[in-house]
T-cell receptor
Framework: GENVEQHPSTLSVQEGDSAVIKCTYSDSASNYFPWYKQELGKRPQLIIDIRSNVGEKKDQRIAVTLNKTAKHFSLHITETQPEDSAVYFC????????????FGGGTRLMVKP | GAGVSQSPSNKVTEKGKDVELRCDPISGHTALYWYRQSLGQGLEFLIYFQGNSAPDKSGLPSDRFSAERTGGSVSTLTIQRTQQEDSAVYLC?????????????FGPGTRLTVL
């Protein structure tokens, strides 16, 4: 089955700096890669996703890149703000089939003002 | 519109007791998933329902865990003879499964504590 590794487990940045979180996956059939943000005590919320037919997707300060050959994808947050502080999870699945998501272990991002 | 809802929000039980956790998916969503999140950990898949198909139970950790989905909507996750290691947040998610849209929307979770 699919295995998703996520690094780093914790990341501390200064407000205004960029943050990068990386994930690798094992199943070459995976074609849908969402990123979720989970604030303390709250539900995971989708922030961005990417499909395997594109290499990069951007939404304001957030971008995701995908390298299918290397089977890794990354989340980039620019101009970080204290409200970006949360746990971020990457996930992978064979999309269009409704398969369950396989999650990475999470990255705790702390943005220091 | 209304999101995924779960009840109860918190459940404290004694070791050996049975518990039932409920999930109400977003109306019209055909697929429903249960995940478990232990303290400080990632999300672990438990079970998945899609339409009228047989559920994918491959993630259930033991035969003490079972789930059903009645009428293609509400789902109940049952844990029999609870153990302390069952303590976790149980999250439910649903999705509509349209092409170009696999987004899973999560409920607020049920925090289960087994004493």
């Amino acid at each position: 089955g699919e295995n998703v590794e996520q690094h780093p487990s914790t990341l501390s940045v200064q407000e205004g700096d960029s943050a990068v979180i990386k994930c690798t996956y094992s199943d070459s059939a995976s074609n849908y890669f969402p990123w979720y943000k989970q604030e303390l005590g709250k539900r995971p919320q989708l922030i961005i996703d990417i499909r395997s037919n594109v290499g990069e997707k951007k939404d304001q300060r957030i971008a995701v890149t995908l390298n299918k050959t290397a089977k890794h994808f990354s989340l980039h947050i620019t101009e970080t703000q204290p409200e970006d502080s949360a746990v971020y999870f990457c996930a992978a699945t064979v999309g269009y089939a409704g398969n369950m998501l396989t999650f990475g272990g999470g990255t705790r991002l702390m943005v220091k003002p | 519109g209304a999101g995924v809802s779960q009840s109860p929000s918190n459940k404290v039980t004694e070791k050996g007791k049975d518990v039932e956790l409920r999930c109400d998916p977003i109306s019209g969503h055909t697929a429903l998933y249960w995940y478990r999140q232990s303290l400080g950990q990632g999300l672990e898949f438990l079970i998945y329902f899609q339409g009228n198909s047989a559920p994918d139970k491959s993630g259930l950790p033991s035969d003490r865990f079972s789930a059903e989905r009645t009428g293609g909507s509400v789902s109940t996750l049952t844990i029999q003879r609870t153990q302390q290691e069952d303590s976790a947040v149980y999250l439910c998610a649903s999705t509509k499964l349209l092409q170009q849209s696999d987004t899973q929307y999560f409920g607020p979770g049920t925090r289960l504590t087994v004493l």
